[in-house]
């Protein structure tokens, strides 16, 4: 039972890693699934804690990726209107799948800008702000799924 779980454990990591750059699926959660898993077989033990920061960090992460390209645009020099339009159009790329996750936020934030009158070249730094942040969640998200894969390996080792 112990191999059964720790394959299907090592494929929920894998399949988590993927789900960070692939929309349909929730990267960090899956991997985490996988490590529950790994924690369920005889071989690897983990302490509640370790498992109780590594949710938290599960949590973190899918709640950052959804405001981290709001932040960009804010902080790249946007207004409220790019910001909005940064989670608007992230929400709006949800629809228009692969593109529109990448796309979504940076037209979203340009948008927004501009029709809260700012100029082309404000409202592009804006949108570049957006997709900057888009980028920054994914390799948020990456990082926390490798690193499920670093305890599985170290454990088997």
């Known amino acids: 039972m112990d191999i059964f779980l720790i394959i299907l454990s090592a494929l929920l990591m894998l399949m988590g890693l993927l789900g960070c750059i692939l929309p349909t699926l929730p990267g960090p959660p ?3 699934v996988g490590f529950l898993l790994l924690h369920f077989t005889d071989k690897v033990q983990f302490s509640t804690s370790q498992i109780l920061i590594l949710l938290l960090l599960v949590v973190i992460a899918q709640v950052v990726d959804y405001f981290i390209p709001i ?3 804010k902080y790249s020099g946007g207004t409220k209107w790019g910001s909005w339009g940064a989670f608007a159009g992230s929400v709006v790329g949800l629809f228009f799948l692969p593109w529109g996750l990448i796309l979504g936020p940076f037209l979203g934030a340009m948008l927004g800008e501009l029709l809260g009158d700012a100029d082309f070249k404000t409202a592009l730094r804006s949108g570049t702000g957006a997709l900057v942040g888009f980028l920054l969640g994914t390799v ?11 305890l599985l390996v170290r ?3």
């Open 71 to 73: 932040l960009g645009s």
């Open 30 to 32: 899956v991997s985490y």
């Open 155 to 157: 454990s088997l080792i």
């Open 140 to 150: 948020l998200k990456l990082a926390l799924c490798m690193y499920f894969i670093v």
